[in-house]
């Protein structure tokens, strides 16, 4: 498995205090500068559908002025993936890409969504979320609580990643082997630069990241 990651907006419309994006508010918009036309141009010619599997995250994606296009046409193409997203607003339904809407700590019941992720958040009643799951039948997932942008230690998943390589491209458009990467302004997708690979099973076998994707394609 290949993942892609889309970092699609630098802006959210909650203000987590555990999440990088409680510094990153809804009139930041404007410095995101990723356009379907050109993301699709670039994946058509670097990014196989039956080789990769996409993840689009932000912020909060469904922020995106063409957050309907961009998943409606890559979902027609072939391509597939994860939207992970707060399931407040909305994202299109589609057979290729799951809607997985993670119920935040102190928010309603997500909106949208095909799955839901839990965070165990030793803050939150997250065990009540998967019981009220539960009693409703609705797919859900859980997922360890990272504290890393806050205590900068890097927390890693004892799960085994499935994925060989990993790419991942930031609102900017600018394209990195890892979302903690140093950006290089020139290796874009506007410049149809190559993609940059981590190769994830020999650099960083047990990634959170790729583990709360892969758990809801593999």
Not at 138 to 155: G, H
Request: charged share 20%.
């Amino acid at each position: 498995m290949n993942i892609l990651t889309v970092s699609l907006m630098m802006a959210c419309n909650r203000d987590c205090y555990y999440c990088p994006t409680k510094n990153w508010h809804s009139d930041d918009v404007g410095v995101n500068i990723i356009t379907a036309a050109a993301l699709f141009k670039w994946v058509k010619k670097y990014i196989p559908p039956v080789e990769w599997t996409m993840e689009f995250t932000g912020g909060e994606p469904a922020m995106h002025p063409e957050i309907t296009r961009i998943i409606t046409v890559l979902s027609n193409a072939g391509y597939h993936g994860v939207i992970k997203t707060n399931g407040s607003l909305f994202i299109p339904k589609t057979g290729n890409f799951i809607r997985a809407a993670a119920w935040h700590e102190d928010a309603d019941f997500p909106k949208h969504y095909d799955q839901i992720l839990i965070i165990r958040n030793p803050n939150d009643d997250w065990q009540a979320k998967v019981d009220y799951c539960k009693q409703n039948n609705i797919t859900y997932k859980t997922s360890i609580f990272d504290e890393y942008y806050l205590t900068r230690q890097p927390i890693m998943s004892a799960k085994q990643n499935k994925c060989d390589r990993y790419c991942h491209i930031n609102s900017n458009g600018q394209i990195t082997a890892c979302n903690k990467d140093p950006v290089k302004e020139d290796i874009n997708i506007f410049n149809m630069s190559a993609p940059v690979f981590k190769n994830v099973k020999k650099e960083c076998p047990t990634c959170k990241n790729i583990s709360d994707v892969e758990m809801f394609v593999s």
